[in-house]
């Protein structure tokens, strides 16, 4: 904090009194006060350092030899930052910290990838940039890029240099699925950095948490329904062929679980009683019930297997069919 140039013409009487202003001269805009007044009583002796003006005091002594002229060029005192802004030694420390996984329901066993990506949108440079993660379980060791220095592991921190303004680190690796009953894998990022301000003093940072949650889908096994249905054709006389068809899907839940209905056809092609070759077509449908509530039909597979047909002198005819409904 420079005091301004006083200049007294003598030293009168056994002390002096000089009214000086004393102003914060700082390199961008000051806080609160820019500036203050301060008067100084001078005696003569030695000059000492006076610690009240780091204080703000408005009246500070300082001792002067004795003299028939002095002047006071500047005296630099060190000032304590009165508030904390943009405008500090230490300018505003901005960073985002995300972590996002490649599903966000697995089954045990499958491979989930993880990406933590720290971005600097301060206005200086971040040195020591480190990346931790609390995962407890699951970690590919040779999937995480960048690869871990020596001692380094996801919970320590992966180094991963300097970050200037604007800059972003990303790190990626793989965990295979494993859940403690139904309980979702569940795991916190976060980053570590140092920097530097401009008064050459070092500061430590740590951004905020990030977690991610991957929930666990049931371990499916196929289900299975046998399908039989009767329908009587007046005209019939041979059976050519017959098939199932797919006419569609109606899922409802509710809180016991998801009930699924089926709906197929059946075309029949045959020979009638005069000779000619016709067709009859036959829809219906089938409920599946008992179904996880998490039930999704978009990831599974329905099919019909099986088919048979048999047809009597009488034109009944009797088709048999399974459905199978078992991961895409």
């Not at 899907?249 to 016991?256: A, M, Y």
Request: charged letters at 20%.
């Amino acid at each position: 904090m420079p005091i301004q140039t006083c200049r007294p013409s003598a030293c009168r009487g056994p002390w002096a009194e000089l009214c000086c202003h004393i102003g914060l001269e700082c390199s961008r805009a000051v806080c609160h006060a820019d500036a203050r007044g301060c008067c100084l009583a001078l005696s003569p002796g030695a000059v000492t350092a006076d610690a009240a003006l780091c204080e703000g005091a408005r009246t500070s002594h300082i001792t002067l030899p004795a003299c028939t002229e002095y002047v006071m060029e500047q005296l630099d005192l060190p000032v304590a930052p009165f508030c904390r802004t943009a405008d500090d030694p230490l300018p505003c420390i901005y960073t985002t910290t995300t972590k996002r996984a490649s599903a966000c329901a697995v089954r045990a066993g499958e491979i989930v990838t993880y990406q933590i990506r720290f971005t600097n949108h301060s206005s200086i440079q971040l040195d020591m940039v480190c990346i931790c993660d609390d995962i407890s379980e699951g970690v590919i060791p040779s999937s995480i890029r960048p690869a871990p220095g020596p001692g380094e592991t996801l919970k320590t921190g992966i180094a991963m240099g300097k970050l200037g303004p604007g800059q972003s680190a990303v790190l990626t690796y793989d965990v295979a699925a494993s859940f403690a009953g139904s309980q979702p894998m569940a795991s916190r990022a976060w980053a570590q950095y140092r920097c530097t301000d401009h008064c050459g003093y070092t500061h430590w940072g740590t951004s905020g948490c990030r977690s991610c949650a991957v929930f666990r889908l049931p371990d499916w096994r196929p289900v299975c329904r046998c399908v039989w249905r009767q329908f009587s054709i007046r005209d019939f006389s041979r059976l050519r062929y017959f098939y199932v068809y797919h006419r569609g899907v109606d899922c409802f839940k509710n809180s016991c679980g998801c009930n699924l209905v089926i709906k197929f056809g059946i075309a029949v092609k045959y020979i009638d009683c005069h000779g000619e070759k016709r067709g009859r077509f036959f829809e219906d449908s089938v409920q599946i019930t008992d179904l996880a509530a998490d039930f999704d039909p978009s990831e599974f597979r329905i099919r019909f297997t099986d088919p048979t047909c048999e047809a009597d002198d009488l034109g009944l005819i009797t088709a048999r069919f399974r459905v199978t409904i078992s991961p895409d």
